[in-house]
């Protein structure tokens, strides 16, 4: 994080799900998932600062894509953290959101801002909140938050909630590739044929490069199937590559 005078800047990491599996769904319509998810370097920028009125603008070349209402969950995190810490500790501020992912394009740009804006607003109004804390409100947002919060390799259990980081793991290089038509992960989920898919297999013991090429061979993005019948754009995008 670098810091400015009088205002806080964070970076949104995009999150790569390299493996995803569906293990289940909730009665209260979550699914179940076994993931490992890594973070990138590459994301969205997003820029605090205490202010006379809340105050909230987009920039960025994916900016006239993101709502600017109370539908964003850049808003919801903050009025979310706001009524978990009281208004009387939660002053007006101003955020700017820098918008360099693309929006529904599966690297949870929206969770990674609101994540982003909860670790930034804690330390902005100088909160007593711990990480299981901060974690507790993003889980209100949506499911990927919490995974955003810890933005560190990692495996996602359960709705997306249960994770176990995976330390010493290798840097990878990833080429990013966006047809530039969005697909809404709910849309996706709700066209899954199956649901009961048997979850990840352990990872290997020490990871580099070809130990996770290895074990990567074994897994796949049960999403990705769905993907493609809805958008065909990304079966060209994946045939270019």
Known sequence: MDTEIGSRILHAHAKINLALHVTGRRADGYHLIDSLAVFTRFGDRVEIALADS?????????????PLDASNLVLKARDALRREAGSER?????????????????????SSDAAAVLRGLAQTWALDIDEAG??????????????????????????????????????????????????????VFAALSRRDNEP???LPRSIDFHSLRNWLEA??????????????????????L
């Open 54 to 66: 809340d105050d909230f603008t987009v920039s960025g070349r994916y900016a006239p894509a993101v």
């Open 200 to 202: 990840l297999p352990p």
């Open 134 to 187: 901060l974690a507790r409100v993003g889980l209100s947002l949506g499911a990927d938050v919490p995974m955003c919060l810890a933005a560190k390799p990692l495996v996602a259990r359960g709705i997306g909630d249960e994770l176990s980081m995976v330390p010493d793991f290798s840097a990878l290089g990833l080429v990013l590739v966006n047809p530039g038509t969005p697909v809404s992960t709910a849309d």
């Open 219 to 240: 897994t796949r993005n049960d999403l990705e199937p769905v993907a493609l019948a809805l958008q065909p754009a990304i079966g060209r995008a994946l045939s270019w």
């Open 90 to 110: 939660t002053p007006p501020v101003s955020i700017r959101l820098e918008k360099n992912l693309p929006v529904a394009s599966g690297v949870g740009g929206g």
